[in-house]
C-alpha cells in the first residue's frame, strides 16, 4: 500500500536482475549443430539410456529427469536428439543417428576415479579432481592428498540404536570394529565437520593429470617432480606422504629453462635444495646474459628428471598400497609457457594439443538482454536504428516512459496490482494516439 511507483520499477528492475544473475546464458540451442566440442555434458540417470546430454538439453528436454553433471568433456557432441536416447529432444526436433565418435567411459556408468567408486553428494565429503587428459575425476585420497574420511554417516542400524555413529567410546567399547591405531583419527575426522587441508589444494596448481595418462606422454612423463610439476612421494610405505616439485615461482625461476644452470646442477634430488637456496641469484643472472645458442637444432632445456619419480613409471600397473610414488602430476600456474620445445620434447605434446594452449570449453550464449533494465533494453533496442530515427526514438520512447510511468502511477499510489490488461490496455492508447497524429 505504501509502495511508490519508484520502488515498484526498482522491484521489478530487481526481480530482471535477479533472474539474470541465476541463468545469466541462453539455454534456447541444443549444441548438436556445433558437432563435437569440449562442452558441459550430462547424465540423464532416469532415462534408461547411457547417453551425454548438452546443458541446453539437461534444462530443455530433461527438466524433471534425475541428471548428475559430468562437467566438461572434450569432443563431445550431444546425444539428446540422436536415435541414442528415446525421449524426444525439443530442441533440435529432427531424428539424428547416433553420434558414433563420442567417448563413453566409466563415468557414464556412474564410476568415477581410479578406485572406481559411484559418486554420492549424500554422502561424499572430499573434493575430487578433474584429470586434464582423461576428464575422469579423482579422490584426493586416492591421489595420497588426505587420508579417506569416513563417508557421511548414514542412517544407524537398528542394533547400534543407542550409539550415534560419531561416537567412539573410551574404552572402545562402544566399536568394537575400530581398533586402536585409527580409533583417534576417526573420532576427530568424524567430531569437525570440515576437513583437514589436503596435501595439494586448489591453490597450490593450475591442472591436474593422472598417473595413467601421464604415463601416455613422455615429455610430461620426463618432467614430473621437477619445478612446477608437483608429485607426491613417500620415503617407505611407514612414512607419511610429501609433495616434490614445488612452484618454480618460489625456487630459482629460472632453473628450469637455462641450459647453463641445468649443466651446472648434478641431477640429483638431494643437492637441489642446497644449490637454489645458495646461488639463486647469480646463477639466475648468467642464464640471462650468456644468450642461448642460435644456430641448428635446439638443445633440449627440459631440467634433468627426477629419479625418484621416474622409478615409479617402471611398473605399469602398481599395488597402490605399497607404492612410493604416485606419478600424478600437479602443473603450476603457467605451466604451458615453460614447456622445453625441441625437436625431441615437442611432438609428444603436439600429440596433446591441450598442453600447450588452453582449450575453449564452449559455453551457452550470454543472454545479450540479461541484466538490464526496462530502460536499458529500450535504449539497446535504439541503438539498432539509424541515428535520426534513434533521436526520433529517443524522445518517442522518453515520452512514452514518462507516458507509462504516469499511467501506472494510481496503481502504485492504490498499491493496486498491475495486470496484464493493463498494461496492453496501455499501449492500445498509445497506438491510437500514434494513429491518430499520422491521419
Ligand atoms: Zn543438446
Ligand atoms: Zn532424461
Ligand atoms: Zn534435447
Ligand atoms: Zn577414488
Ligand atoms: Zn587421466
Ligand atoms: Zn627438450
Known amino acids: 500500500m505504501s509502495e511508490t511507483l519508484a520502488d515498484y520499477v526498482e522491484s521489478q528492475d530487481e526481480l530482471v536482475r535477479e533472474a539474470a544473475l541465476a541463468l545469466p546464458h541462453q539455454f534456447s540451442q541444443c549444441t548438436y549443430a556445433l558437432g563435437p566440442v569440449r562442452q558441459a555434458v550430462y547424465l540423464c540417470l532416469t532415462c534408461p539410456e547411457v547417453r551425454g546430454i548438452c546443458s541446453a538439453c539437461s534444462i530443455a528436454c530433461h527438466t524433471d529427469h534425475n541428471q548428475i553433471e559430468l562437467f566438461p568433456k572434450r569432443d563431445f557432441r550431444c546425444d539428446c536428439p540422436t536415435e541414442g536416447i528415446a525421449h524426444v529432444c525439443t530442441l533440435h526436433t529432427q531424428k539424428e543417428p547416433i553420434n558414433a565418435s563420442n567417448e563413453y567411459g566409466q563415468n557414464f556408468q556412474s564410476k568415477f576415479c581410479r578406485c572406481g567408486r559411484p559418486y554420492d553428494a549424500k554422502t561424499e565429503r572430499e573434493a575430487m579432481i578433474q584429470c586434464l587428459s582423461c576428464e575422469d575425476w579423482f579422490h584426493e585420497s586416492c591421489c595420497m592428498l588426505r587420508t579417506r574420511p569416513e563417508p557421511r554417516p548414514p542412517t544407524p542400524e537398528p542394533d547400534h540404536h543407542d550409539t550415534p555413529p560419531e561416537t567412539?567410546?573410551?574404552?572402545?567399547?562402544a566399536n568394537e570394529e575400530s581398533d586402536a591405531t585409527t580409533g583417534d583419527d576417526a573420532a576427530s575426522e568424524a567430531s569437525s565437520s570440515g576437513l583437514p587441508p589436503a596435501l595439494i589444494t586448489a591453490e597450490d596448481y593450475d591442472c591436474?593429470?593422472?598417473?595413467?595418462?601421464?604415463?601416455k606422454i613422455p615429455t610430461l612423463r620426463r618432467i614430473v617432480g621437477t619445478p612446477g610439476a608437483i608429485t607426491v612421494l613417500r620415503a617407505d610405505v611407514d612414512s607419511p606422504w610429501t609433495r616434490v616439485g614445488n612452484d618454480p615461482s618460489q625456487e630459482d625461476a629460472d632453473a628450469h629453462i637455462s641450459i647453463d644452470t641445468i649443466s651446472d646442477q648434478p641431477a640429483n634430488a638431494g643437492d637441489k635444495r642446497v644449490a637454489s637456496e645458495t646461488s639463486v641469484e647469480p646463477a639466475a643472472k648468467r642464464a640471462r646474459t650468456e644468450s642461448p645458442s642460435s644456430s641448428g637444432s635446439k638443445p633440449c632445456l627440459a631440467p634433468p628428471?627426477?629419479?625418484l619419480v621416474q622409478d615409479t613409471y617402471s611398473t605399469p600397473d602398481p599395488d597402490w598400497t605399497t607404492i612410493s610414488c604416485t606419478g600424478d602430476v600437479f602443473l603450476t600456474e603457467n605451466f604451458r609457457d615453460r614447456w622445453c620445445r625441441c625437436d625431441s620434447c615437442l611432438p609428444s605434446l603436439e600429440a596433446h594439443p591441450y598442453l600447450l594452449e588452453e582449450e575453449e570449453t564452449y559455453e551457452p550464449p550470454e543472454d545479450p538482454d540479461s541484466g538490464?533494465?526496462?530502460e536499458e533494453l529500450g535504449m539497446r533496442a535504439l541503438e539498432r536504428l539509424p541515428r535520426d530515427r534513434a533521436i526520433d526514438g529517443i524522445l518517442a520512447f522518453n515520452s512514452m516512459r514518462d507516458n507509462l510511468r504516469a499511467y501506472l502511477r494510481p496503481f502504485a499510489e492504490d498499491g493496486k496490482i498491475v495486470?496484464?490488461?493493463d498494461v496492453q490496455n496501455f499501449f492500445e492508447q498509445l497506438n491510437k494516439a500514434r494513429a491518430d497524429a499520422l491521419s
Open 168 to 173: 567412539v567410546g573410551e574404552g572402545g567399547s
Open 419 to 421: 495486470g496484464e490488461a
Open 208 to 215: 591436474f593429470v593422472c598417473r595413467d595418462c601421464v604415463m
Open 305 to 307: 628428471p627426477e629419479p
Open 372 to 374: 538490464l533494465t526496462l
